[in-house]
């Protein structure tokens, strides 16, 4: 049974860093994409970033800011955000493809992510 599980959310000030973890588990993504989405209140859930190999892309509203990466002898992949703004606050979830294209296969639940002004 393949799980993702997200840490590192929590409440920051305005230009603050977080930096959110996944780590799958039940299956290893080492040939396919690991990625992050977000969902605000009220808000569909969008996509921020994601990465397979030798790609990665990233949301327009967050290029300069968030940093993706992946450990993959730790089947781990991570968010570093800095310079945050109210507007990232947003539940954010992980997600991961055995394939390098295409739809996602499996989520995680979630982390919670505040910023305050």
């Known amino acids: 049974q393949v799980q993702l599980v997200e840490s590192g959310g929590g409440l920051v000030q305005a230009g603050g860093s977080l930096r959110l973890s996944c780590v799958a588990s039940?299956?290893?993504?080492?040939?396919?994409?690991m990625g992050w989405f977000r969902q605000g209140p009220g808000k569909e859930r969008e996509f921020v970033a994601h990465?397979?190999?030798?790609?990665?892309s990233y949301a327009d509203s967050v290029k300069g800011r968030f940093t993706i990466s992946r450990d993959n002898a730790k089947n781990t992949v991570y968010l570093q955000m800095n310079s945050l703004k109210p507007e990232d606050t947003a539940v954010y979830f992980c997600?991961?493809?055995?394939?390098?294209?295409?739809?996602?296969?499996?989520w995680g639940q979630g982390t919670q992510v505040t910023v305050s002004s």
């Open positions: 997600a991961a493809s055995a394939s390098a294209v295409g739809k996602y296969d499996y």
């Open positions: 039940g299956q290893t993504f080492s040939d396919g994409r």
């Open positions: 990465m397979s190999t030798g790609i990665i």
